[in-house]
């Protein structure tokens, strides 16, 4: 029985009860949670990509090898994507903001210690230190989902996911004080609005009023609950709508971490011109997960995610054809034709396919807490892990692919190739449920 039912008697007026009925307006509570987790999420995700912004300077001071810097760079996504699932179950047993809290400050010594260390291995370390931080994204989703409103829990996990444009801040603001007080000094520049965030998450956020599965047993251990949630991951069911998600969470992880120095490679770019040409990219997947959300919450987007798919194959079949110069041999001699995307082109359909994966992540995240409401700490928690790790893999198969094939464009043919096994599975899932 729910609060409002409980003050509600077989004898009250119609329009008591119609009164009841009605969902509480948004307060103080839903505002905070609206406004402060997506602040956390924006702050650990441009942790997320610190390195990557930071890339020249790192493999200038390290003399680092492109596969020695894209390991570098999968080691926060790989800690990250395994504190996920613990993370969002802790969050569910002690409450989002204790859980969120937690992460925050635990990132701050190693933003420290990357601005101090000297040696690869201290920067791997401090690598992973900062990717179990990024348990609080986790720990922030199952806060939005249940502290959010009721009436527009998309529209708030469409915010709360819009703090992937935290890389847009990176690319911002980093190179500016590299530039102006040394690379050195850029880690540390989060630091103050890092234990800002979990000061306001402190003095102003709340949990719910009964956090904990069950509340009341003293031997609960997030460990047992971990490995009863492993088990019950053997339900398929489960996998359906993480497992695309996880393609479009790892994809733009991958992409924000990658471009910096794709762009500053490919159209000769200095660092602060690739970060800034690198911006859009961040921005349009907020500006999309934001109107997906929204959207998702009046209609059920179930086959929205097969139209997003086949426009995002699209966008990568074209942005895997890597320059090349043809020559027809016609009847009045030789036509040479060569094909290059410029900057501009290149950006547009990074953007166009940004937007769709927003859009995407947006409406899959609201169906995924429509279907599994009851189960949203774990779904999500899978979807997460799953997004971080496929984008672990990334930065090592970009590197590797344009080594063995010599083509700058073999990232895109992989993700390519990933989204086609995606949609087959989709496609299976589907077959499955017909027979049914």
């Known amino acids: 029985m729910t609060r409002a039912d409980s003050l509600v008697t077989p004898s009250d007026p119609p329009e008591v009860v119609r009164l009841a009925e009605r969902p509480p307006p948004l307060g103080y509570r839903t505002l905070v949670v609206v406004v402060l987790s997506p602040l956390a999420f924006a702050l650990v995700f441009a942790c997320w990509t610190l390195f990557a912004v930071l890339g020249l300077e790192l493999r200038r001071e390290l003399s680092l090898s492109p596969l020695a810097f894209a390991i570098l760079l999968a080691m926060p996504l790989l800690a990250g994507g395994l504190a996920s699932l613990p993370a969002a179950l802790l969050a569910r047993r002690l409450g989002g903001r204790r859980a969120m809290l937690g992460c925050l400050l635990w990132i701050c010594p190693f933003l420290w210690w990357i601005g101090h260390a000297d040696h690869y291995a201290e920067y791997l370390l401090a690598g992973l230190g900062l990717g179990v931080g990024a348990g609080a994204l986790a720990a922030g989703l199952v806060h939005v989902a249940t502290l959010g409103p009721a009436r527009h829990v998309g529209l708030a996990l469409g915010l709360y996911g819009a703090g992937m444009v935290g890389a847009g801040l990176g690319y911002l603001l980093l190179p500016l004080v590299s530039q102006a007080y040394g690379w050195r000094l850029a880690p540390l520049f989060y630091l103050l609005p890092v234990a800002l965030v979990a000061g306001l998450l402190w003095l102003f956020a709340d949990d719910a009023d009964t956090v904990g599965v069950p509340p009341d047993d003293p031997h609960y251990r997030v460990s047992d609950a971990l490995a009863a949630g492993l088990r019950r991951l053997r339900d398929w069911t489960l996998w359906r709508l993480a497992i695309t998600y996880g393609f479009f969470f790892g994809t733009f992880v991958g992409l924000a971490l990658w471009l910096p120095g794709e762009l500053a490679a490919r159209y000769a770019l200095s660092q602060q011109a690739a970060a800034l040409w690198g911006l859009p990219f961040p921005l349009v997947v907020g500006v999309g997960q934001v109107v997906g959300g929204a959207l998702a919450d009046r209609h059920d987007f179930r086959s929205l995610r097969w139209w997003v798919s086949a426009f995002v194959l699209a966008c990568l079949f074209l942005l895997s054809y890597p320059p090349f110069t043809m020559q027809v041999h016609g009847v009045n001699g030789s036509l040479t034709l060569h094909y290059g995307a410029p900057l501009w082109g290149f950006e547009l359909l990074l953007g166009l396919m940004g937007l769709a994966m927003g859009l995407g992540l947006g409406s899959l995240m609201r169906l995924i807490h429509r279907d599994h409401g009851e189960e949203m ?30 083509l700058g464009t073999a990232g895109f043919m992989f993700l390519y190739a990933a989204l086609v096994l995606c949609m087959l599975a989709m496609l299976a899932d589907h077959a499955r449920d017909a027979r049914r």
Do not use: D, K, N, R
């Not at 979807?383 to 970009?398: E, I, R």
């Open 377 to 406: 700490v774990l779904v999500g928690g899978l979807a997460l892990t799953l997004g971080g790790l496929f984008a672990a893999l990334l930065p090592p198969v970009f590197v590797l692919g344009s080594v063995w094939t010599g």
